[in-house]
């Protein structure tokens, strides 16, 4: 039973990349909960924050983490689940920015040839993909929050089986899900503070759904 919690900034040289936190080939439960995670890159480097791969897990859980990560040249992405089973993402925050020069390819949280996941409460946003669902099973995915934040130089808001939407409306009708969700522009204290802020406190847009035994939405 491993309960994952740091907090922890990464500025990487310009030819390393990195990871916060990185899973792979787990048969466990875990929980990575009440993280806050900033990882900034560098022009040459990627920028990642949580990666989860070929993991057949039970009922572990991501919940309650803060991921914020700058788009250098090479890209970047917030949180990564691939070929992986049984994982909840609850009430979590990722947020990405140009970072460096920002014109590498991104996405705040990408589920790709896994099944039996669930995906609920979480606010994706940045200035590229907020989320890419692809080649999922047995997937619940609603109460999301998906937004860009200007200026949109490239790419699409939700990619769902290798085709890219630039709208909610667009992916509830392809994929059947999130049709809770919304699109909702979301204020936060700063960049790397992703504690909502302004017109978002108390905007009713931005409220999720009960989830039993998770009582704290940071």
């Known amino acids: 039973n491993?309960?994952?919690?740091?907090?922890?900034?990464?500025?990487?040289?310009?030819?390393?990349?990195?990871?916060?936190i990185s899973i792979s080939g787990c048969?466990?439960?875990?929980?990575?909960?009440?993280?806050?995670?900033?990882s900034l890159g560098s022009r040459f480097a990627n920028s990642g924050?949580?990666?989860?791969?070929?993991?057949?897990?039970?009922?572990?859980?991501?919940?309650?983490?803060?991921?914020?990560?700058?788009?250098?040249?090479?890209?970047?992405?917030?949180?990564?689940?691939s070929n992986s089973s049984g994982i909840n993402v609850y009430y979590n925050t990722?947020?990405?920015?140009?970072?460096?020069?920002?014109i590498g390819s991104c996405t705040n949280f990408t589920l790709s040839s896994s099944s039996q996941c669930n995906v609920k409460n979480n606010i994706f946003g940045g200035v590229r993909t907020s989320f890419n669902n692809s080649f999922n099973s047995s997937l619940v995915s609603d109460f999301n929050s998906?937004?860009?934040?200007?200026?949109?130089?490239?790419?699409?808001?939700?990619?769902?089986?290798?085709?890219?939407?630039?709208?909610?409306?667009?992916?509830?009708?392809?994929s059947n899900n999130d049709l809770n969700s919304t699109s909702t522009q979301v204020f936060f204290v700063s960049f790397d503070d992703l504690h909502l802020a302004g017109n978002s406190?108390?905007?009713?847009?931005l409220v999720g759904t009960p989830i039993p035994g998770i009582t704290e939405d940071i």
């Open 2 to 20: 491993n309960n994952i919690m740091v907090g922890v900034s990464l500025v990487f040289p310009d030819y390393i990349s990195g990871l916060a």
């Open 146 to 174: 998906f937004y860009f934040t200007p200026p949109i130089t490239f790419g699409y808001n939700i990619v769902y089986n290798g085709t890219g939407y630039t709208n909610l409306n667009q992916y509830q009708s392809a």
């Open 201 to 205: 406190i108390g905007n009713e847009s």
């Open 94 to 102: 990722i947020q990405a920015n140009l970072g460096l020069s920002g």
């Open 49 to 81: 924050c949580i990666i989860i791969d070929s993991s057949i897990c039970q009922n572990s859980v991501i919940v309650n983490n803060f991921l914020y990560y700058g788009v250098s040249e090479q890209g970047g992405f917030g949180l990564s689940i």
């Open 27 to 38: 048969n466990e439960y875990f929980k990575i909960s009440k993280n806050k995670i900033s």
